[in-house]
Nanobody, 120 residues
């Protein structure tokens, strides 16, 4: 069973930066896979933020975070990162790390989430 543990959340001011980490263990996919970050703002549905593919490292971003957020991975440390710059109050949310096999359409492994709060 894949285990994902997020860290790095906190309370920051608008314009600040944060880096979230997702420690990955028991990753046993035999096919290519995707790692992603999602977020759930207060009172709203969970939404996609960014993803990165194993092997190629191809990335994808939600339009509102393009140019501000960067997803990356360190395979030696089994860790996926989300560097968030120029944070805005609307980035306030619980951020979740997720994983799926290339052949599975939905993300089916999730971390417990880490809170990011951006004050104006």
């Amino acid at each position: 069973q894949v285990q994902l543990v997020e860290s790095g959340g906190g309370l920051v001011q608008a314009g600040d930066s944060l880096r979230l980490s997702c420690a990955v263990s028991r990753l046993t996919f035999s096919s290519p896979y995707f790692m992603a970050w999602f977020r759930q703002p207060p009172g709203k549905e969970r939404e996609f933020v960014a993803s990165i593919r194993s092997g190629s490292g191809n990335t994808d971003y939600e339009d509102r975070v393009k140019g501000r957020f960067t997803i990356s991975r360190d395979d030696a440390k089994n860790t996926v990162y989300l560097q968030m710059n120029n944070l805005k109050p609307e980035d306030t949310a619980v951020y979740y790390c997720a994983a799926r096999s290339y052949w599975v359409p939905q993300y089916n492994y999730w971390g417990q989430g880490t809170q990011v709060t951006v004050s104006s």
